[in-house]
């Protein structure tokens, strides 16, 4: 199994640890010489030894260059990033959660080895895995393992109710991720029970979360801030302090991927903040999404037109661009809007929203002003 991956990325070349996050940038010729070294079955270069020991303190094994690093080609049409929903099944049913039903579906374990290869094939580097809830589905453990092995940077979003389970820990402790991402929905168990309507629920996260800090997995909690749990938002930061773990705040509630209005009501009002305008993004471009069923968009959000990969494979990508361009036109409800320049909201998420019949002020900066959207 590799220790390194080298990659072409973003215009540069990288050496990456498949558990961190940070890498070592190098010149192209000494991406070049690698290559050619590792072709030849020479030994890692000296350079390499020390600068993996000063970035990351690891001492790599004696022996060739095609032992210790694994080497990704460029980006087939620029995609560089993935997200992936192994399903939408989860065992909770948030009140906010932006997936509407969640039915549990999707590929075979064949299907997503195959699109797992096909994304390989893309020139995706960096792949996040979610769901649903991603550790609940029977396939993951072999989807992370194959991810890993065709050296792929992965990222897991997880409610973290199964991390405590033994399996699961083995996996993640032997191949480790550079980032779990666990989503916090409370700090007592009255609250975070009731914000996911499942009792228990609460014991077990804690569980979960505690088992991950103990294995020393690369953590990340995210606090998702709603009308339910806005009370405990200071104990939900004082909880990450105390573990001394990193964490982001989530206060946006969106419409389902269907349109739906149903997870609105669970906005916390007060905790609505001023978004910076929408300057674009790289959605289709060097980034995509892939659901369950083995369909690709441009992101999580802008699902309208899809790209069966189980059908047409890794060339299919070759028309997402000009679908992410369409779907980034200021169209719909939003034409003709004189202040489209400042939109706080890409094309894609106000139209779910449109849908939902929204409030304004959930979405557009103007609203307040009575301006069009």
């Known amino acids: 199994m590799h220790e390194l991956i080298a990659a072409p990325f973003v215009g540069g070349y990288f050496v990456l640890r498949p558990d961190r996050l940070q890498g070592i940038k190098i010149p192209e010729v000494k991406f070049r010489e690698l290559e050619r070294g590792s072709a030849a079955g020479e030994a890692c270069p000296v350079w390499l030894v020390d600068a993996a020991s000063r970035r990351w303190g690891i001492t790599l094994p004696g022996g060739r260059i095609d032992e210790s690093v694994l080497f990704r080609q460029p980006p087939l049409y620029g995609h560089s990033r993935a997200s992936w929903e192994i399903n939408l099944g989860c065992d909770y049913d948030c009140e906010h959660c932006y997936l509407g039903e969640k039915r549990f579906a999707g590929l075979p374990d064949e299907g997503k080895f195959r699109m797992l290869h096909t994304l390989r094939d893309a020139g995706v580097l960096w792949l996040q895995i979610t769901g649903g809830e991603p550790l609940i589905d029977p396939g993951f453990i072999p989807s992370y393992r194959l991810a890993h092995e065709l ?107 269907y349109g739906g209005a ?79 320049e400042s939109c706080s909201v890409c094309r894609p998420l106000a139209k779910r929203y449109q849908g939902a019949k929204a409030p304004l002020k959930s979405y557009c900066q103007h609203g307040q002003k009575g301006s069009a959207a």
Not at 173 to 184: E, K, N, Q
Not at 224 to 253: K, V
Not at 262 to 276: D, F, G
Request: hydrophobic share 35%; net charge positive; charged share 20%.
């Open 151 to 257: 050296g792929m940077m992965v990222e897991i979003l997880s409610n973290g109710s199964r991390l405590g389970h033994a399996k699961t820990l083995e996996a993640l402790t032997a191949l480790r991720p550079y980032r779990i991402s666990l989503s916090v929905y409370g700090a007592t168990a009255e609250t975070y029970d009731g914000l996911t309507r499942r009792r228990g629920s609460f014991k077990r996260f804690s569980k979960g979360l505690a088992a991950g800090v103990e294995a020393g997995l690369p953590l990340d909690l995210s606090l998702i801030i709603t009308s339910g749990n806005a009370h405990e938002q200071q104990r939900m930061r004082d909880w990450a302090g105390e573990l001394a773990l990193p964490y982001r705040e989530y206060t946006h509630m969106s419409p389902t991927i």
């Open 262 to 340: 149903e997870s609105l009501p669970s906005q916390s009002v007060a905790h609505l903040t001023t978004r910076e305008p929408f300057k674009g993004c790289n959605a289709g471009h060097t980034f995509l999404h892939v659901d369950p069923h083995g369909l690709a968009s441009i992101c999580k959000v802008g699902r309208d037109e899809q790209i069966n990969l189980m059908a047409e494979g890794v060339h299919g990508l070759s028309r997402l661009g000009a679908i992410a361009d369409r779907l980034m036109l200021r169209t719909g409800g939003c034409s003709g809007c004189q202040l489209s």
